[in-house]
């Protein structure tokens, strides 16, 4: 007699999202759909130096085109420490300290599995990367908000100690963040160090924008400070700076005694980053100076002032970031159709062919933050922000 099949082992696991398309992700879906102007996702579509592309197809004309050693090649790691050190001063030991990761999203993973248990409790800060809450949530992890204060986003060290409790582990720092823009401060990156000491906490800092700094913001990588080079995890990479967001190769630094642990988990998920993506991104950071990162601010601080305006023309009041390349707007009286962020941001795109993302995302489920609130990305060839442009102030006359 043939054995009954007993359907309900046939589900999703407890891990598996409900919804398992993001609200940046859906609106890109939606913008492409209807042929509008992409300023929901990071994409960061500008173009590739020369030296990063030439690096890569030179390595795979001589045939780097296998699997690399699990944390990378020499070349990259050596690169990555010898910036590190002339940019923060830090000494870092590039054949124990470095993993070449997929991307900053896979280096944040592999370093959460590493470090890590289900049912810890770890500090991020609001409005927050979805990404960074998604990865905590899919291994168990509980992820705190702690609020910054609008509309400058100052953050509160009271509310930041408010929020540990026994079971917290760790907190994340975003500097330069997604969405906000915001660029921690010399003086409350060492107010978190010396609460990361106080309660024996690791510190997950991603510093993926820290290229992207605008006026006299500066950009301090909590690892430089004094007492945090044991517990800082530093996470990078290069999507944002060479533009490369689909190659998929980023970095982490951490002390030895970490590694280990991370490396295996990193090769057990990606095995490597792809080889001649990590030899162009080698090149790069060998023959691109402080003239390129000058430069490199310059063009996008230009581009922020070219959105800024047309979100002022088009009746929102938009935060000026001071870092990274987004823009947090409220739509207060900008004449929008719909009671949250999301129907507020497909009504803009039905309306200017310009795709948002609600600024709901980025706040804790539930809260009912951020519904006035979109986020618009900059980082765009010149001709098609202007044509966003155009369109949002069309839309505001």
């Not at 944390?71 to 030991?93: K, M, N």
């Not at 100052?154 to 994340?172: F, W």
Request: proline share 3%; net charge negative.
């Amino acid at each position: 007699m043939q054995a009954t099949i007993n359907s309900r082992k046939l589900s999703l696991s407890e891990l598996a999202p409900r919804v398992v398309q993001s609200e940046i992700r859906a609106m890109t879906a939606e913008c492409d759909r209807m042929g509008g102007v992409n300023l929901a996702q990071g994409v960061c579509d500008t173009e590739v130096p020369a030296v990063v592309m030439e690096g890569a197809m030179r390595a795979m004309r001589e045939g780097h085109n296998i699997y690399t050693r699990m944390d990378g090649i020499a070349r990259l790691r050596r690169a990555i420490a010898e910036q590190l050190q002339r940019t923060h001063g830090l000494e870092v030991d590039a054949e124990r300290e470095v993993l070449v990761a997929s991307g900053a999203t896979g280096a944040f993973h592999a370093a959460a599995m590493a470090l890590l248990n289900p049912g810890d409790e770890v500090l991020l800060f609001e409005p927050f990367y979805g990404y960074h809450v998604s990865t905590l949530r899919s291994m168990k992890v509980k992820a705190v908000a702690v609020a910054l204060q609008a509309p400058e986003w100052g953050l509160d060290l009271d509310a930041v100690r408010a929020a540990i409790t026994e079971k917290t582990r760790a907190m994340v720092v975003n500097t330069p963040s997604n969405p906000a823009g915001k660029v921690f401060t010399r003086a409350e990156l060492e107010g978190l160090a010396a609460i990361a000491a106080e309660f024996d906490l690791f510190v997950f800092t991603d510093e993926i924008y820290e290229h992207f700094v605008y006026g006299g913001a500066e950009h301090v990588s909590p690892m430089e400070l004094a007492g945090m080079r044991e517990r800082t995890i530093l996470m990078s990479g290069f999507s944002k700076t060479f533009s490369v967001t689909g190659w998929r190769v980023g970095y982490l630094v951490a002390d030895a005694k970490w590694m280990g642990a991370i490396n295996y988990f990193h090769d057990l998920l990606y095995v490597c980053a792809p080889a001649p993506f990590q030899h162009g991104c080698a090149a790069g950071l060998e023959q691109l100076g402080k003239t390129f990162y000058a430069r490199l601010a310059v063009d996008h601080e230009l581009k922020r002032a070219m959105l800024v305006d047309a979100l002022r023309a088009a009746g929102m009041n938009p935060h000026v970031p001071d870092g990274a390349y987004y823009i947090l707007a409220s739509t207060a009286g900008a004449g929008l159709e719909g009671e949250t962020a999301a129907a507020r941001a497909r009504d803009l795109l039905r309306k200017t062919g310009v795709a948002s993302v609600a600024g709901s995302a980025f706040f804790a489920p539930g809260s009912g933050k951020g519904e006035e609130l979109l986020r618009f990305c900059f980082a765009k060839k010149d001709e098609e922000l202007q044509e966003a442009c155009r369109r949002l102030v069309g839309a505001g006359r």
